[in-house]
């Protein structure tokens, strides 16, 4: 040994050179004190200085290097004050601290170690600060096996592996240092490791910024994450993320995954990321409030592969793709969120993805819809709206599931509800207005025939409050597109051919008026199903209300469609209330036909309809129309007050009974 203070022994040692002993340079225990200052330890065969059993001593502007093991050792209550003092170029770490140790640093360099930079373990406690630690050949600073400390004002940068590293219920404090340009990973926090991070900034390091992995949790305030090339943050663990930015980094900027809580994130900012903003897959499943996620190069968030996530009172907005994505059996809950100005769609949810939205607003987003379901996604909406997007307001596509209650869906470019391929939402209470360039619903049925026996669009009022209320002009200055349901092989919006025989002219008083326009506010089209499966829809508790424009209040279109309107008013439409050609069938129970233009109910070229209990009243020219080897069966109802009563012609075939 070349120094050994011990038994409260002191001294003071200036300018000296330590080097070249067979086992340590200096060794201070037993109460020992001295004063070491602008001296160099050096290629020591052991240890440069080692302290316990409550040594403690004082380093300043000395130089501790190339000795064959750590250059400092502090354990067993050891308590050395180290100042200004460079630590570097050891065959293994710089400093090594554990079993309870305490000890200071400030405005040291710990630098070019052959192993670690700083090691804190089994309960060590060190204060540093304003201490540089960079270019360690693996980790700048590790704290594991319940080590801790406190790190403030320090500069963690360019070591070979990771800037800082925790495990084992490591517990540090860091605050107001700077990690960056690490080779690998910034912070990785793992294995039940803690930690406290306020006032960083961690940028430029190779891979992520900081992973969170195997029951990790630290917590993250006020703390800038950024221009990191891979995700700026990336987790698996369970942290607390505060105040913090995460931006520019060169993958995503949070990644949560493999089974990771990854706990909260509250009062985030997430932005400028090459990718996502946030992945989420593996079952991790954080807890986002108060967050914006913005201007991403690719989608806002993503939740695959069984991820989670729940989001209250954020802001998802103009990310390159969609403000967030639900796949892979996925499942997220969006509540007071908006999402909007996002250049594709605002959500998209499919392949088996699940979600709530609760009091959202998904508005004005790009390219696209402002909500996207397919491949048996399940998405339930209540509150909220969903406005003025680009394409279509929702679109419920391939087997996609789920409700839309009190819902306010408007200012959508194309339709504001459009339902297709075997689609099942249930509709209640909606709202749906100014919605333009093509009708409010629109279902399309599958191309290829769908699964036996399925399911039917559900429509449906909740305590007789109306599923859907359309009111208002909105089309072209003057007309409302309503409720429009349409196969691939129906009508859309072009006129269809009347039948063979009829007056096109349409004199009042026959029945004959042409067969259908381009403004319906409900259509149900076939065609696209194989023969023998039937579609079945039911419209429950609805008003639909047409304006001048419309041609038709219920149109009924095709061989292979079953309709049943129940409790149900179709009002003031600029044509029928209700048309039914081409084979369709449609029943009606307890409705309403009332104030149409052209008349209440028209059946025709083979369709065929029953009205049970229906009052058909104050309708223009009919209230019925049997035409053109149509069938009618007429039970209960009430057909008075309208220009003309009942019409039945080329060789229509009605039955009455009990008929006012």
Partial sequence: VGIWVSVQGQGSFEGCEVYGNEQLGIIINGSGNPSVTNANVHNNKIFGIWVFEQGQGSFEGCEVYENTRHGIIIKGSGNPSVTNTKVHSNKKSGILMFEQEQGSFEGCEVYENKRHGIIVTDSGNPSVTNTKVHSNKLYGIGVYEQGRGS?????????????????????????????????????????????????????????????????????????????NRGSGDEGSGNSSVTNTKVHDNKWSGIWVGEQAQLGSFEGCEVYGNEQQGIIIKGSGNPSLMNTKVHDNKMSGISVGEQGQGSFEGCELCENKRRGIIITGSGKSNLTNTKVHGNHMSGLVVGDDGAGTLEGCGIHRNGTNHGVHLTNRATLNVTGGHVSENTACGIVWDDEAGGSLTSTTVHGSREHGLYLRGASCPVVRQAVLYRNGGAPVVHLRAAPSPPAENPPPVVIKGIDGAPAVSIAGAAYNGGSLRGLTLVSDEGPTNAPMEAPAGTDEGGEQGTGEEEAGAARQCVVLCGGALAAGEAEQFEIHGCRVEGGKASAAGVHIFGADVRVALTDTTVKSTGGWGVLCAGGGVVILSDCELLENTRGGCRVEADGHVTLKKTRVSGNGRNGVAVLGNARGIFDTCDIWENLNGIAVAEWGNSMFRNAK
């Fill in 151 to 227: 790190f403030e004002g320090c500069e963690v940068y360019e070591n070979k592996v990771l800037g800082i590293f925790i495990k084992g219920s490591g517990n540090p404090s860091v605050t107001n240092t700077k990690v960056h340009s690490n080779k690998r990973v910034g912070i990785w926090v793992s294995v039940q490791g803690q930690g406290s991070f306020e006032g960083c900034e961690v940028y430029e390091n190779t891979l992520q910024g900081i992973i969170i992995t195997g029951s990790g949790n630290p917590s993250v305030t006020n703390t800038k994450v950024h221009n």
